[in-house]
């Protein structure tokens, strides 16, 4: 049985306006070219799909199931054409990500590069956050997708696995502690620290945390990157914290080293929320699905 989309769109307007002439004003076409598609319609379906009365047309009980199915192929046709819009790039996409600086720093720009290349209709929006942040932002709908430190309470956000971190210390070669395998950081506290900026969501945790012990980190200087904090630490300026798969890479290039903390709270899984599976378009959905699948 032969029926395109302009049959639906028809039988809509006539259930919708209760008129053929009005449906017919609403694509626009003549009322008799209207009358003509949906009679050969009904004849092409063997069933009446209308009741004609006087004061206009009402739809039968096979109408009624007809429309019915009509409107989902009518959504689903729509759908289909933003979805090739968005494809061939004539609508961009805005997709909207809050993540610890850890997550942005060493996880996440590898894992969104080869996304961002097999869709080039989005636009990224990529914040840093404490995870007390991110799980706020994606609950206020502020943000779509969340990377947060797993250990925290969801608040009835779906949580996806995402990365295993782990925080490190960063030694010059021949320091103090660079001979020992493992230290906690309260052991460490007595010596000079190079940091990120005090606003970067990672030094807040770490100062935090240094605070339990009532001693303070000696902050030396501030610098922006951990590529920065690397090469001061490697002129001796002082030591660092560092997430250990950003660490390793350094003790390949510089003369430092690494130390393993054995506090708890240095061993955190990283993880990706949500609101819902339905709250998120379908670019989304694919991001989040990428994400925790590699």
Not at 13 to 36: E, N, W, Y
Not at 242 to 248: G, I, T
């Amino acid at each position: 049985m032969h029926f395109d989309i302009t049959d639906l769109r028809l039988l809509a307007a006539i259930a919708a306006t209760g008129s053929l002439s009005k449906a017919a004003a609403s694509f626009p076409v003549a009322v008799s070219a209207a009358s003509t598609r949906l009679r050969l319609f009904e004849q092409r379906c063997g069933l009446s799909l209308f009741t004609r009365k006087a004061d206009g047309m009402t739809l039968t009980p096979a109408g009624r199931l007809v429309l019915e199915r009509a409107r989902g192929v009518l959504n689903a046709a729509e759908q289909l054409k933003q979805t090739l819009r968005e494809l061939a790039g004539e609508d961009r996409i805005v997709l909207r990500l809050s993540a610890t600086t850890v997550a942005n720093s060493t996880f996440l720009p590898s894992a969104l590069g080869p996304f961002l290349a097999d869709y080039p209709e989005i636009d990224l929006q990529l914040v840093e956050q404490k995870s007390s942040e991110v799980l706020q932002a994606v609950q206020s709908g502020e943000c779509d997708i969340g990377v947060y430190d797993g250990n925290l309470p969801t608040g009835g956000l779906i949580s996806l696995p995402f990365r295993n971190d782990k925080l490190v210390l960063l030694v010059p070669r021949r320091h103090p502690l660079a001979g020992r395998p493992l230290t906690h950081l309260r052991d460490a506290l007595g010596h000079p620290f190079v940091c990120l900026p005090v606003e970067r969501a990672m030094q807040r945790f770490i100062e935090d945390m240094a605070m339990k012990y009532v001693m303070p980190l000696k902050i030396r200087v501030r610098a922006p990157s951990f590529d920065a904090i690397a090469q001061l630490v490697a002129q001796r300026v002082g030591i660092a914290m560092l997430p250990e798969a950003a660490a390793w890479r350094f003790v390949q290039e510089l003369p430092v080293d690494i130390v393993v903390l054995e506090d708890a709270w240095a061993t955190r899984e990283l993880r990706l929320c949500i609101q819902g599976w339905e709250t998120l378009s379908p670019h989304a959905r694919q991001l989040v699905t990428f994400l925790s699948s590699h």
